[in-house]
């Protein structure tokens, strides 16, 4: 069974198995084929800490929290270590590249030239 929720569509179903899996589903806006993917938090130490990390960022006039640059980097490896997809490390490959200029941008380059030596 799937309804839609103002413009939005979603499965039920895939929200009843993503909530017992603690795995994801899909919300899709009907209008413009937009699709966010909502995770479940995994039970283990690891995504708790995760968990607490996000960030709240502005989107589209609303407030959502959002994973971490990095937090999102080990996910996406961790899906492909599991065989989930091998997109992922397409997917993740842009991802470092943020990540690291991210880290830079907070060390000081001298730091930087020591850690590549």
Do not use: N
């Not at 492909?80 to 490390?89: K, N, V």
Request: net charge positive.
């Amino acid at each position: 069974m799937s309804m839609a929720l103002t413009g939005r569509c979603l499965s039920i179903q895939a929200v009843r198995e993503a909530l017992a899996s603690r795995s994801m589903f899909s919300v899709v806006d009907v209008e413009t084929g937009w699709k966010v993917d909502l995770i479940i938090r995994k039970d283990r130490p690891f995504s708790v800490v995760e968990f607490a990390r996000r960030a709240p960022v502005v989107f589209c006039g609303v407030t959502v929290p959002v994973t971490s640059v990095e937090d999102l980097v080990l996910a996406k490896l961790e899906w492909a270590r599991l065989g989930a997809s091998a997109r992922q490390l397409d997917d993740v490959r842009p991802w470092v590249r943020v990540a690291l200029w991210c880290l830079e941008s907070r060390i000081p380059r001298s730091v930087m030239w020591l850690m590549r030596q």
